[in-house]
């Protein structure tokens, strides 16, 4: 890559990164990259098209499908989405069984979930939601950072990945590495589950729709449940994310010191409005991969890291 095209593209995608936070920002930046804009090699787990594709809840909630009209910022791929009512219910959940083990999940190991939660009932709580993976391997190896500790019986392994916050009547986009798990548990993958409770009052029963912690009411709306091959999909959607949260923490992105510049690497800080500076860097580490760093988190863009 030239000098003046690299400029251009680094220019290009840090002025995308500080402008909107919005979820395509790297969408289209790099030419070398595999984007969103691109054909997608994905595994539908859920897009709600002509029914509810497997998916069930348990407990006192309910599911159901919702067109694009009735929350028209919620679904966000074709025009229906489903929606889970939560009728007093402290730690609900959906899980999906037949897609599930109809999935190859090692050839494509990333995971995402557009999720739209409303007001939580009596709370200005934000919602916390997590994936869990059940399988049917008896391995003892924890596998991966995605894992809770080692697994023994069959009929209870699970794998869960961090909680991601979500704010009320904000939609974000979910996602998890599976990569990092045992290709073993990923091949006897049986069943799904997002589970979600309010942040500031987490649960301390089991997710199987059946918590007593909190009279919780509220719904949330799914759309585009699926399953990718491309890590910079997921690096991406977690980047835009994560700028979305410093804007709302820190005010709208002001401005750009760089401290450093020279041909495949470039440092500075991000300033938000409330005066608050966030460092970053960006490398080309060869053709057609980047590495970004903001903050404490980092991000791997381009060809190569799949």
């Known amino acids: ?24 920002i790297i969408t289209g930046l790099l030419p070398q990259t595999a984007t969103a804009n691109e054909e ?46 939560v009728n007093g219910d402290s730690y609900p959940m959906i899980e999906n069984k037949k897609r599930v083990l109809q999935a190859d999940i090692v050839t494509h190991p990333y995971l995402f979930a557009s999720v739209t939660p409303s007001d939580v009932s009596d709370t200005d709580s ?32 699970v ?23 045992d290709n073993a548990k990923l091949k006897k993958a049986k069943r799904l589950e997002i589970i979600w409770y309010p942040t500031d009052f987490p649960p301390s029963g089991s997710s199987r729709g059946h918590g007593k912690d909190l009279d919780y009411r509220g719904d949330v709306v799914f759309d585009d449940i699926h399953l990718s091959d491309s890590r910079t999909q997921l690096s991406s959607v977690k980047l835009a994310r994560d700028f979305q949260d410093l804007q709302f923490e820190h005010g709208q992105y002001q401005d750009t010191d760089i401290t450093f510049r020279d041909e495949t690497y470039e440092s500075g800080k991000f300033v938000f409005a409330s005066g608050a500076k966030v460092k970053y860097a960006f490398e080309e580490l060869d053709s057609g991969r980047f590495e970004i760093t903001i903050g404490n988190n980092t991000y791997q863009i381009g060809e190569g890291w799949e």
């Open 159 to 181: 794998v869960e990945s961090e909680p991601t916050e979500v704010r009320p009547l904000s939609r974000s986009l979910l996602t998890w590495d599976l990569s990092e798990i």
């Open 126 to 157: 934000k919602v916390s939601f997590k994936f869990r993976l059940n399988h049917s391997t008896g391995t003892t190896n924890s596998g991966g950072s995605g894992s809770q500790g080692n697994t023994r019986s069959k009929s209870a392994n």
């Open 1 to 24: 890559m030239s000098n003046s095209l690299r400029q251009q593209t680094r220019r290009n995608l840090l002025a995308s990164i500080s402008g909107t936070g919005a979820a395509a």
């Open 40 to 85: 997608r090699n994905i595994t539908v787990l859920g897009s709600f098209e002509s029914g509810k594709d497997g998916w069930q809840t348990n407990g006192r909630n309910e599911l159901e499908r919702i067109e694009k009209r009735e929350r028209p910022a919620a679904v966000v791929e074709g025009s229906h989405g489903l929606m889970t009512i």
